[in-house]
């Protein structure tokens, strides 16, 4: 199975950026749907993006035109690009992947997962 670091977290004040690297062990290229998730406290983890094996993305409500994913498969990992971001955004993000060339917008679809990254926002 593929094992999945991530990185790039950190603390931000409103309207600033960060940007999400998840390093993949395996070959990501070969069929796996990778994608970004989030838990708050107290909340559920919720979907921000997924791209699937031929570069095709889908976008939770709240983070199309701010967030972009994207990945290297050169260097067999996994980006989020995160701009504007909001004290909303103030989660731990999590990097998942399947071994599947097709995406299912759901974190019940995947079956590797990161520890994640704690991504902080203050207004």
């Known amino acids: 199975q593929v094992q999945l670091v991530e990185s790039g977290g950190g603390s931000v004040q409103a309207g600033g950026s960060l940007r999400l690297s998840c390093a993949a062990s395996?070959?990501?290229?070969?069929?796996?749907?990778m994608g970004w998730f989030r838990q708050a406290p107290g909340q559920e983890r919720e979907g921000v993006a997924v791209i699937d094996n031929i570069r095709n993305t889908l976008y939770a409500n709240s983070a199309k035109d701010r967030f972009t994913i994207s990945k290297d498969n050169a260097k067999n990992t996994l980006y989020l690009e995160m701009n504007s971001l909001a004290p909303e955004d103030t989660a731990l993000y999590y990097c998942?992947?399947?071994?599947?060339?097709?995406?299912?917008?759901?974190?019940?679809?995947?079956?590797?997962w990161g520890r994640g990254t704690q991504v902080t926002v203050s207004s």
């Open positions: 998942a992947a399947r071994s599947l060339g097709y995406c299912v917008f759901s974190a019940t679809f995947f079956t590797n």
């Open positions: 395996g070959y990501i290229d070969r069929g796996y749907c």
